[in-house]
């Protein structure tokens, strides 16, 4: 049982797509969804704020999570203001897809089926919210799609372990006496300081973890200053650093304040440090895994080779810390340049959900 109705799909993801809205403001998109669901018989589920999940009970000992992001990211043309330029429409189609087949063979089902539709996966902050809701409980195995660029178009990947790293946003305050740009010993160089603590952060990634463990730490704002020869008084950094071992992220978190006690002495300025504790990595549980590329092989669905992990990071990691789970990447690449996921020109082509439809209603129901 692995019809695709085609037709349907490519409707959600032509209405989805034009639905694209913000994080925690998914509105439309939580209309039509539901919309979908109750045409589909499913009348009995629960929402926090946009998002919505509910059970088909089919009497069975397991219960299986199939999940599906909402948000959309800010696109800032004349036309739209938000697209669905991470492609969480494809990943809400490919769960509607599912549960279009699933309801209408109920009697095949080897699992009950907890659907959820998550708000605000970009923001990081929906997941927890529907966990807090009760979208997890007794959820033995979950599973979520995603699209990607690195995959050829009409296949999908799947890798064991860590899939998608842990990740911590921060920010640096770094603070001293405001002087002339000509006379640096009258107060205090935040800017260098500066500089030195972003520079000496991508030695400490390289000197003081285990090379073959992977960690990242990349800053992506630098404010401080007002004209070309005034030293500010302050320089604030932002940034993200990113893991996929505890042992990885105290490491770097250590050697944030370390750097930063030793730059406060040298400079004679002081220094903040605040890190919000982001998401864990997303760890795929090797035997569903394994499962999963056995489905696919018999199914005729291509199992792409690609096997390299993610240092983005995905809120879906708060379920599988929660139950054993796997994350199915389904391809959108049909060769050449392929603009990456974010990037204001990435599209997904309707038939990246078929494979991802096909694998999920087999493994529910075979
Ligand atoms: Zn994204
Ligand atoms: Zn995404």
């Given at each position: 049982?692995?019809?695709?109705?085609i037709r349907q799909a490519q409707l959600d993801l032509k209405e989805?797509?034009?639905?694209?809205?913000?994080?925690?403001?998914?509105?439309?998109?939580?209309?039509?969804?539901?919309?979908?669901?109750?045409?589909?018989?499913?009348?009995?589920?629960?929402?926090?704020?946009?998002?919505?999940?509910?059970?088909?009970?089919?009497?069975?000992?397991?219960?299986?999570?199939?999940?599906?992001?909402?948000?959309?990211?800010?696109?800032?043309?004349?036309?739209?203001?938000?697209?669905?330029?991470?492609?969480?429409?494809?990943?809400?189609?490919?769960?509607?897809?599912?549960?279009?087949?699933?309801?209408?063979?109920?009697?095949?089902?080897?699992?009950?089926?907890?659907?959820?539709?998550?708000?605000?996966?970009?923001?990081?902050?929906?997941?927890?919210?529907?966990?807090?809701?009760?979208?997890?409980?007794?959820?033995?195995?979950?599973?979520?799609?995603?699209?990607?660029?690195?995959?050829?178009?009409?296949?999908?990947?799947?890798?064991?372990?860590?899939?998608?790293?842990?990740?911590?946003?921060?920010?640096?305050?770094?603070?001293?006496?405001?002087?002339?740009?000509?006379?640096?010993?009258?107060?205090?160089?935040?800017?260098?300081?500066?500089?030195?603590?972003?520079?000496?952060?991508?030695?400490?990634?390289?000197?003081?973890?285990?090379?073959?463990?992977?960690?990242?730490?990349?800053?992506?704002?630098?404010?401080?200053?007002?004209?070309?020869?005034?030293?500010?008084?302050?320089?604030?950094?932002?940034?993200?650093?990113?893991?996929?071992?505890?042992?990885?992220?105290?490491?770097?978190?250590?050697?944030?304040?370390?750097?930063?006690?030793?730059?406060?002495?040298?400079?004679?300025?002081?220094?903040?440090?605040?890190?919000?504790?982001?998401?864990?990595?997303?760890?795929?549980?090797?035997?569903?895994?394994?499962?999963?590329?056995?489905?696919?092989?018999?199914?005729?669905?291509?199992?792409?080779?690609?096997?390299?992990?993610?240092?983005?990071?995905?809120?879906?990691?708060?379920?599988?810390?929660?139950?054993?789970?796997?994350f199915i990447w389904q391809g959108v690449s049909t060769g050449g340049?392929?603009?990456?996921?974010?990037?204001?020109?990435?599209?997904?082509?309707?038939?990246?959900?078929?494979?991802?439809?096909?694998?999920?209603?087999?493994?529910?129901?075979?």
């Amino acid at each position: 049982m692995e019809t695709i109705n085609i037709r349907q799909a490519q409707l959600d993801l032509k209405e989805l797509f034009e639905r694209a809205e913000p994080s925690f403001g998914e509105y439309r998109t939580s209309e039509y969804i539901k919309e979908r669901l109750n045409a589909m018989g499913l009348t009995d589920w629960k929402t926090c704020n946009t998002g919505i999940f509910g059970t088909i009970d089919a009497g069975k000992e397991k219960t299986v999570g199939i999940r599906a992001d909402m948000d959309a990211l800010p696109a800032n043309t004349e036309k739209t203001e938000y697209m669905h330029l991470c492609g969480h429409h494809a990943n809400m189609t490919t769960i509607l897809g599912v549960l279009e087949n699933i309801t209408k063979n109920r009697d095949k089902l080897k699992y009950n089926v907890r659907y959820i539709f998550q708000p605000a996966e970009e923001v990081i902050g929906g997941a927890v919210t529907m966990i807090e809701a009760g979208c997890m409980e007794g959820v033995d195995e979950v599973f979520a799609t995603h699209t990607t660029p690195d995959v050829a178009l009409g296949s999908v990947a799947l890798i064991a372990g860590g899939c998608m790293a842990g990740s911590n946003h921060f920010e640096v305050r770094i603070k001293g006496k405001s002087t002339h740009a000509a006379m640096p010993s009258s107060g205090t160089d935040t800017v260098t300081a500066a500089c030195e603590y972003v520079m000496s952060m991508q030695t400490a990634i390289t000197r003081l973890k285990n090379p073959v463990d992977p960690g990242l730490i990349s800053f992506g704002m630098i404010n401080g200053g007002t004209a070309a020869n005034i030293l500010p008084e302050t320089v604030v950094l932002q940034g993200t650093f990113r893991h996929f071992d505890p042992v990885v992220k105290e490491v770097i978190h250590n050697a944030m304040q370390t750097r930063l006690k030793a730059i406060e002495e040298f400079y004679g300025v002081t220094g903040e440090l605040i890190i919000h504790d982001g998401t864990p990595p997303v760890i795929c549980d090797k035997d569903l895994v394994a499962k999963l590329i056995n489905l696919s092989n018999a199914k005729d669905i291509t199992v792409s080779r690609y096997d390299r992990k993610s240092m983005g990071g995905e809120d879906f990691a708060f379920m599988t810390e929660l139950a054993k789970g796997a994350f199915i990447w389904q391809g959108v690449s049909t060769g050449g340049y392929q603009p990456p996921l974010h990037n204001k020109d990435y599209r997904v082509p309707d038939e990246a959900v078929y494979p991802g439809i096909k694998l999920l209603t087999a493994y529910l129901t075979d």
